[in-house]
């Protein structure tokens, strides 16, 4: 029997070409047992999935007011509105129950035009990403007493004018959506200030009435539960030219005031400045009256030019004389021959008229200028229509006749004085005035009259009074220290010197005056 060989396993190892590589590696000394340490027993697949949306949170919402009244508006505002842990944009729906039913509401918003006292409303706010809503929340209220709805206003006449009365009219009434009692009260405000005699009048005296003033009426209501409700309204006093009075409104003499020919007023000390015969006299509105300055002469007529100063007529002299604040006195220009008329023109220009002439005198050289001369009649006094493109020439010796003459850009006549009205009086024209309206006021010494030649040309007589209580001139106050700016005042040279008040309604054309179409300064 043959000796057994032990088997020999061979490995074969494809190598490259050259030497078999030395193994240097540590000798395998694990002696364990082998252990698979991989536990998945499931095969390998993909696991990715789409993330699960969460909704938005609840809101925390109140109503805005918190305890409306029937009648009144409310509406639900988000305190703290809802987040939405995703970032997605939120959306709301609102649920309305009207005493426990739903009731149609669009949006978060309930008019007060359809609700009552003792309502019940809730509204159920629901938030939501478009996917899925998030939690709701609920508030409800009890509507109190509605608050009355006070009356609407309006004036009649709608439009008032300086001397007019008027009436504050309430339509529709007040009212309470309940039917509580109301009470109301009214008050009335000039220029801004109380008027406590007016307090809950409907009607406004037209004594009380100047031009120029505004009224506000305030009218308040309750009905003894809530804070009174008001509402308001204010009424210009405007020029009506369309409605002017066929009369003054009221003529009067201030027996302590003192006038011979000229007025002029003083807005610094509120005083009416006139001659006395002897003296220029200063004269408050309220019966005081003091020196201003010994004037001897002939003082005719006078005005204020641009720097303040008055500028006066001195007949007896044939001379224009400046007096300032204090009582200085300047010749202007001795080369005016009898002045009568002076008045300050739109250009700050004194103009004049001395019976042969009418002439522009600048009153800081002095330097005076003949714009036109006539015959047959006397240039007496002058004025201005509101557009500058008409002198008004008042006259002596031409039987009632107010002559006119167009003028240019630069107040140069362009034409031979032309009569503008016939019939105004006797003809001995002491004073010329113009309105806000265009019409002419006209002082006449030969009737006794006091004229108005309205735009058409019509001649009406303006005054009750004549003989001694003739007024020999015409000036507008300035509303100030009592002067009213709706009157005309005239000096009473065959009534002691004093002055009277001729109401006429409304204002002065200097207050509307234009000059090449712009706001004339004088």
Do not use: K
């Amino acid at each position: 029997m043959l000796p057994r060989i032990p088997a020999l396993l061979f490995v074969l190892v494809a190598c490259g070409p050259g030497p078999d590589p030395v193994d240097t590696s540590p000798a395998d000394t694990d002696t364990g047992p082998f252990v698979d340490t991989d536990t998945d027993t499931e095969p390998d697949t993909d696991t990715d999935t789409e993330p699960v949306n969460a909704p938005p949170t609840a809101a925390d919402i109140v109503l805005s007011p918190p305890m409306p009244d029937a009648g009144e508006d409310f509406t639900v505002v988000l305190v703290n509105p809802s987040i939405d842990p995703d970032g997605d944009a939120v959306t709301y729906t609102y649920m309305w129950t009207l005493d426990g039913a739903p009731i149609e509401v669009s949006g978060d918003i309930v008019s007060g035009a359809t609700t009552v006292m003792d309502q019940v409303w809730e509204v159920t706010v629901t938030p939501t990403d478009g996917v899925e809503p998030g939690p709701s929340t609920t508030v409800s209220v009890t509507l109190g007493n509605a608050a009355p709805v006070p009356p609407g206003l309006a004036f009649n006449p709608a439009a008032v004018g300086g001397g007019d009365s008027f009436t504050l009219v309430l339509d529709p009434a007040a009212i309470d959506p309940e039917g509580d009692a109301l009470t109301t009260s009214i008050r009335w405000f000039d220029d801004g200030y109380l008027v406590p005699s007016l307090n809950d009048a409907l009607v406004v005296p037209g004594s009380m009435v100047e031009l120029g003033e505004t009224f506000r009426a305030v009218v308040s209501v309750t009905d003894g539960s809530h804070t009174a409700v008001s509402a308001e309204l204010s009424l210009l006093i405007e020029t009506q030219c369309d409605d002017i009075a066929p009369f003054n409104l009221g003529e009067t003499t201030l027996s302590d005031a003192r006038a011979y020919h000229g007025i002029a007023f003083d807005s610094a000390d509120e005083t009416l400045i006139g001659w006395d015969g002897s003296s220029l006299i200063e004269s408050e509105y309220t019966g005081s009256r003091s020196l201003f300055l010994p004037f001897s002469g002939s003082v005719q007529q006078m005005d204020r030019i641009p720097d303040g100063d008055l500028v006066v007529g001195d007949s007896s002299g044939a001379r224009l004389v400046r007096v300032t604040s204090t009582g200085g006195t300047s010749t202007i220009s001795s080369a005016v021959g009898g002045v009568y008329g002076v008045t300050t023109g739109p250009d700050g220009m004194v103009y004049v008229a001395n019976g042969t002439a009418v002439l522009r005198v600048d009153p800081d050289t002095g330097e005076a200028t003949e714009l036109l001369r006539v015959s047959g009649w006397s240039t007496h006094t002058i004025n201005f229509n509101l557009d500058s493109t008409v002198m008004y020439i008042g006259s002596i010796g031409s039987g009632g006749i107010v002559y006119q003459v167009h003028l240019d850009a630069d107040l140069n006549p362009t034409d031979e004085p032309s009569a503008y009205a016939t019939g105004v009086g006797g003809g001995y024209h002491d004073g010329l005035e113009v309105d806000a309206c265009g019409n002419l006021y006209v002082a006449d010494y030969t009737s006794r009259g006091f004229y108005r030649v309205e735009t058409d040309g019509t001649v009406t007589s303006f005054s009750a009074d004549g003989g001694v209580l003739y007024g020999h001139g015409a000036v507008w106050g300035n509303g100030i220290g009592g002067w009213r700016d709706d009157a005309i005042y005239q000096p009473q040279p065959y009534n002691g010197n004093t002055v009277r008040e001729v109401i006429i309604g409304f204002g002065s054309g200097d207050t509307v005056r234009t000059w090449n179409g712009v706001a004339a300064p004088w």
